[in-house]
């Protein structure tokens, strides 16, 4: 059988997502599949950034993580997202990301691919949730196969609980208030385990 391609694309401000990303990462490579971990293209203006000293600090510290371009989604067996919330909603560097390849779905190559989504905000109820399923109605759009956590592991539950995909609240300090390091990673495993039966039953 193929060796599954992961792409885990992701957007991040001040390193959160990036820190899950990472996290996906390390699983993929131990579950032993081709992974690239891909950055969207950054929107903001530069002012913006640089009135922000942790999200210019991030922007620098990720400079050469490459840029996803549709290619990889066509190269993608899997996807793994990673997105901050944006009023209940996904970035719209992701948004961006997401509109562009139309060719793709035109020519039927985003469908059968297997995906899933992570997010963060800056309080519990502050639209991790809604993030997520937002991603997902795009993704059903492209004739995706969507794989969400659920509550498969019992590694969800210290992470919040969430079922639609891993989520975690940054605290005012930056750092993580749930621990979802676990569920992250059982997340990936999880996608990447999917994504070999629908190669296996495709072969």
Do not use: C
Request: proline share 5%; no cysteine; aromatic share 8%.
């Amino acid at each position: 059988m193929k060796k599954v391609n992961l792409a885990i694309i992701y957007y991040s401000s001040t390193g959160t997502n990036f820190q899950m990303a990472k996290w996906a990462e390390e699983a993929g490579r131990k579950q032993g599949v081709e992974v690239k971990v891909l950055k969207v293209k950054e929107l903001a203006p530069k002012e913006a950034i640089a009135s922000n000293p942790a999200w210019e600090k991030h922007i620098e510290l990720t400079k050469d993580v490459p840029e996803a371009k549709s290619e990889d989604i066509e190269w993608a067996d899997a996807i793994l997202f990673s997105v901050p919330t944006r009023f209940g909603n996904i970035p719209s560097q992701m948004k961006q990301f997401l509109d562009i390849p139309g060719g793709l779905w035109a020519a039927g190559k985003t469908v059968n691919k297997v995906v899933s989504a992570m997010s963060s905000a800056s309080n519990p109820h502050g639209g991790q949730e809604a993030t997520i399923l937002s991603l997902y109605t795009s993704m059903m759009h492209w004739g995706a196969i969507i794989v969400p956590p659920g509550y498969t592991d019992d590694a969800v539950y210290p992470a919040g609980g969430n079922p639609y995909g891993t989520s975690v609240t940054q605290g005012k300090d930056g750092k993580m208030v749930e621990t979802v390091e676990a569920a992250v990673k059982h997340q990936t495993k999880r996608t990447i385990d999917i994504a070999k039966r629908i190669i296996s039953s495709s072969d």
